[in-house]
């Protein structure tokens, strides 16, 4: 069973104090308003239960005035009347930069090829069970801007500085996932296994206030650095693995609810991350690294990597077929892919797949070697589908010069990535 959390504050938590606010340095874990666990202790009630004790037991009148996620740790800022509430509202609301400023440090995987930049997309929730995380859409979202700023960096991590221009939910750590640098610690976009917290803190904060008509410029120390930090793998050495990753196993660390399988059931070393992505109903070879520079390396569009796959499709597939998919052919988005390499396997067996594949006993099936240099999502899928031979069975069996070879289902290996050949 989990710990129960157990706020109890003193003056050294409080960062920033006047009439009419009152700064709170939050701490990774913290939840900061009530739940649906009425005996989980949060920062509003733990404040308020602080200002009332300071008080001789006088009720204090408090209102939060935005959010910080469970595990951000940094500053959270009350209003400690109604103007003041009133005022706050519409200042956060406004995301005016010229009124307010958040900034936030992280760590992040990874090493950024621009020092600087402005991450600007729409965000929209999706939930999938008891789960909920913001995805990049090009319509129905509300518009999210992050300018960001690389401070430190070393060969598997950067310290970056988050500038949020708008206030959408999780959207830094939605942000560095979509830009390939997830927040290390991130328990819904990384694939981090560290449970110790996600490294992000919202470390500044400031705004115009127009009681004193002075800026209030606010800003703590975060409870991690750069320097030192341990690099959970290898003490500091690279590590590459290659899974063969079992049917019906998703392709990340974390769950959408318990009954899911993922790569944390296959204990796999800490803190590697996948390059590039098999669908939970696809099989065969996966790399892992901590190597952020050839995760970029091998999963980059640019660099056409080619990928070698094995494919069972329902019926006999003709030469006609086979043409077909070496020219390109249209998939989902009125896209054409670019030409392939296929070949028919004759007399082919492989072992049987756990659960079996479901055939129809009057229709045979048939098996294709593919290779492509691209990687658009269920890309294989949808090109046998186009030429009416639906997949029943998909194996990845090489990346570049990376093979599979004889490694079991659900087995992982090193591999030294500077002596494939």
């Given amino acids: 069973m989990k710990k129960r959390i157990k706020i109890r504050l003193s003056a050294n938590d409080i960062v920033f104090e006047d009439?009419?606010?009152?700064?709170?340095?939050?701490?990774?874990?913290?939840?900061?308003h009530k739940t649906l666990d009425r005996f989980r202790d949060n920062c509003t009630d733990a404040l308020s239960s602080f200002l009332k004790n300071r008080s001789d037991g006088k009720d204090q009148y408090l209102t939060l005035a935005h959010r910080l996620d469970v595990e951000t740790s940094g500053i959270l800022l009350f209003a400690k009347n109604k103007e003041a509430n009133k005022y706050l509202q519409e200042l956060f609301s406004s995301h005016d930069p010229q009124r307010i400023r958040k900034s936030y440090l992280a760590v992040?995987?990874?090493?950024?090829?621009?020092?600087?930049?402005?991450?600007?997309?729409?965000?929209?929730?999706?939930r999938v069970g008891r789960i909920e995380k913001m995805v990049v859409v090009n319509s129905g979202g509300k518009k999210a801007i992050t300018d960001y700023k690389v401070i430190e960096t070393d060969k598997?991590?950067?310290?970056?500085?988050?500038?949020?221009?708008?206030?959408?939910?999780?959207?830094?750590?939605?942000?560095?996932?979509?830009?390939?640098?997830?927040?290390?610690?991130?328990?819904?976009?990384s694939n981090s296994k560290d449970q110790s917290g996600q490294r992000l803190c919202a470390y500044k904060l400031s705004f115009y206030d127009k009681f004193t008509q002075k800026d209030v410029c606010l800003e703590i120390t975060p409870p991690f650095t750069l320097e030192g930090f341990k690099e959970a793998a290898t003490n500091g050495e690279h590590q590459y693995i290659i899974f063969n990753k079992p049917y019906d196993v998703l392709c990340q660390?974390?769950?959408?609810?318990?009954?899911?399988?993922?790569?944390?059931?296959?204990?796999?070393?800490?803190?590697?991350?996948?390059?590039?992505?098999?669908?939970?109903?696809?099989?065969?070879?996966?790399?892992?690294?901590?190597?952020?520079?050839?995760?970029?390396?091998?999963?980059?569009?640019?660099?056409?990597?080619?990928?070698?796959?094995?494919?069972?499709?329902?019926?006999?597939?003709?030469?006609?077929?086979?043409?077909?998919l070496k020219c390109g052919v249209v998939i989902k988005g009125n896209y054409k892919t670019k030409p392939a390499k296929v070949k028919k396997l004759i007399?082919?067996?492989?072992?049987?797949?756990?659960?079996?594949?479901?055939v129809r006993k009057t229709i045979p099936t048939s098996w294709i070697e593919v290779r492509i240099s691209e990687g658009r999502n269920r890309q294989i899928r949808r090109m046998c589908a186009a030429v009416n031979f639906p997949t029943l069975r998909l194996i990845r069996i090489a990346i570049g010069d990376v093979k599979l070879g004889d490694l079991k289902v659900g087995e992982y290996s090193d591999f030294d990535p500077s002596k494939q050949k």
């Fill in 156 to 189: 598997q991590y950067s310290l970056v500085e988050f500038t949020i221009l708008t206030g959408r939910k999780h959207q830094i750590r939605a942000h560095a996932k979509e830009i390939g640098h997830p927040i290390y610690g991130d328990p819904i976009y």
């Fill in 347 to 358: 007399d082919f067996q492989i072992e049987e797949r756990v659960p079996p594949v479901r």
């Fill in 19 to 32: 009439d009419n606010y009152i700064a709170l340095n939050k701490k990774a874990g913290w939840p900061v």
């Fill in 253 to 324: 660390f974390g769950k959408d609810h318990k009954d899911q399988l993922s790569l944390i059931d296959y204990k796999l070393p800490k803190e590697v991350y996948p390059v590039g992505r098999l669908d939970k109903d696809s099989e065969g070879l996966l790399i892992l690294t901590n190597d952020g520079k050839y995760k970029n390396q091998m999963a980059n569009a640019d660099s056409k990597v080619e990928k070698t796959y094995l494919v069972q499709v329902d019926g006999d597939i003709t030469q006609e077929a086979i043409e077909q």
């Fill in 108 to 126: 992040c995987s990874g090493v950024f090829k621009r020092p600087e930049g402005r991450i600007e997309n729409f965000l929209k929730a999706n």
